[in-house]
């Protein structure tokens, strides 16, 4: 029997955060490069932002450490508003890799208690396609497509939730083509 892997990190939840981004489930440990959300060094998200930010793909690395500058990534995500977390908080990965492909989902985020402590929040942004349908499968939208978006309402109040590229490298776009899908719901 696969082994249930528990959610390895707290909700990054800054009371001021008006978008709430969420990915499917964090890589195993031993492919982190730091302690906060999408760790690999070979994941895209934090050269998107970087992108975005200033134009430099490289804003937030520290590329002498094969590192990502986490210092410098949470103050970007306090002052551009975002909110992470994922959409998982237990999996069993079918395969032993990082690919969304073999993820299980045992234990979906309760996302709705995560938006009760965001009460500026408006948005809701799924990194990929697994956060995207399981998002779908706890709210019950119909599918999205990539840069596509749809009103949800939850506990009351109404989120638009968007669907973007995810950052994996798996995902074979250049880091210009994906960020000027975030850049929209960022800036937007």
Known sequence: MAEIEKHPLEP??????????LGSFPPQRVRWCMEFYYPNFQNDMWRIMGYIETGDSNAFVDTAKRRFDVE?????????????????????RLRNNASDNFLEVVRATDVSALLSRLPHCRKIVATGKKSADTL?????FEEIGVGEST??????????????PSSSRAYPRPIAWKAEYYRKVLEG
Do not use: H, N, Q
Request: proline share 2%.
């Open 72 to 92: 410098k990534i949470v103050e970007f995500c306090r002052r551009r508003r975002l909110a992470l977390y994922d959409t998982a908080t237990e999996v069993v």
């Open 136 to 140: 779908r499968e706890i709210y019950g």
């Open 151 to 164: 009103e949800v309402t939850i506990s009351g109040r109404r989120y638009r939730v968007y669907r973007m």
């Open 12 to 21: 990054f939840l800054p009371e001021e955060a008006e978008t709430l981004m």
